[in-house]
C-alpha cells in the first residue's frame, strides 16, 4: 500500500542539526512533490517547504530559509529535511506528507518523527 | 503573509451537524483543503479542491467556500469524529502553504 515511513526520534543539542527521513513505498516517488510539516506539543500545524524528487526543486517556508535543506536520494525512494541550529522552539514532530503538485492536498503522511532540542 | 482563521473549538450533540469555518481574505478564490487530527496521530485528509472527497471518506464530510469564508460540514456526527480539523491553502502570492489555526470538535 501506499505510504510514507519516517526514521525514528531524535534527541539533540541547542546549536545542533537534525537529519529526518521519509522513505516512500507503494508509488512512484518521483511523481509526487514532497512537503514538510511541523507540529509542537498542543498547537497546529506549520508548513516548512516541499521538495520535487524528480527535479530536487524546493520550496522553503520564509520563517526557515536559510537553516532547513530538503534533499532526496532517488534510488532509495527517500526524502530527506535537515534543520540546523536548532533551538528549544523547534522541538516538535515532524512529518512528511506527499501531494501530486505543489498546489495540490497531501494526501498520504508519514507517521511523524519526534524531535526534542534540549540541553 | 496569508492568514486562515478558525474557531479553536465547536460541541455538537450526536447526530446533529457540525459546521467548521475557515476565513480569509477573498478565501474563495482559492482552493481550501480539510484535514482531521485524532490525537497522538498524523492528519488525514477529508476534503479537497473546497468540496471533494478522498475514497473512504464518508459522505456525511462536506465542503463549500465562497467569499471570505470557507466551511466544513460534518452531518450526522459520531463520537468516531471528535478530533482537530485543520483547513489549508496555496498563498500564490507568497508561494506559500498555509493552515488553519485548527478546531478541536468535542462530542458532547
Known amino acids: 500500500q501506499v505510504q510514507l515511513v519516517q526514521s525514528g526520534a531524535e534527541v539533540k543539542k541547542p546549536g545542533a542539526s537534525v537529519k529526518v527521513s521519509c522513505k516512500a513505498s507503494?508509488?512512484?516517488?518521483?511523481?509526487?512533490?514532497i512537503n514538510w510539516v511541523r507540529q509542537a506539543t498542543g498547537q497546529g500545524l506549520e508548513w516548512m517547504g516541499w521538495?520535487?524528487?524528480?527535479?530536487?526543486?524546493?520550496g522553503y517556508a520564509q520563517k526557515f530559509q536559510g537553516r532547513v535543506t530538503m534533499t532526496r536520494n532517488t534510488s532509495i525512494s527517500t526524502a530527506y529535511m535537515e534543520l540546523s541550529s536548532l533551538r528549544s522552539e523547534d522541538t516538535a514532530v515532524y512529518y512528511c506528507?506527499?501531494?501530486?503538485?505543489?498546489?495540490?492536498?497531501?494526501?498520504?503522511w508519514g507517521q511523524g518523527t519526534m524531535v526534542t532540542v534540549s540541553s | 503573509s496569508y492568514v486562515l482563521t478558525q474557531p479553536p473549538s465547536v460541541s455538537v450533540a450526536p447526530g446533529k451537524t457540525a459546521r467548521i469555518t475557515c476565513g480569509g481574505n477573498n478565501i474563495g478564490s482559492k482552493s481550501v483543503h480539510w484535514y482531521q487530527q485524532k490525537p497522538g496521530q498524523a492528519p488525514v485528509l477529508v476534503i479537497y479542491y473546497d468540496s471533494d472527497r478522498p475514497s473512504g471518506i464518508p459522505e456525511r464530510f462536506s465542503g463549500s467556500n465562497s467569499g471570505n469564508t470557507a466551511t466544513l460540514t460534518i452531518s450526522r456526527v459520531e463520537a468516531g469524529d471528535e478530533a482537530d480539523y485543520y483547513c489549508q491553502v496555496w498563498d500564490s502570492s507568497s508561494d506559500h502553504q498555509v493552515f488553519g489555526t485548527g478546531t478541536k470538535v468535542t462530542v458532547l
Open positions: 506528507a506527499r501531494a501530486p503538485s505543489i498546489r495540490d492536498a497531501f494526501d498520504i
Open positions: 521538495m520535487n524528487p524528480n527535479s530536487g526543486n524546493t
Open positions: 507503494g508509488y512512484t516517488f518521483t511523481s509526487y512533490d
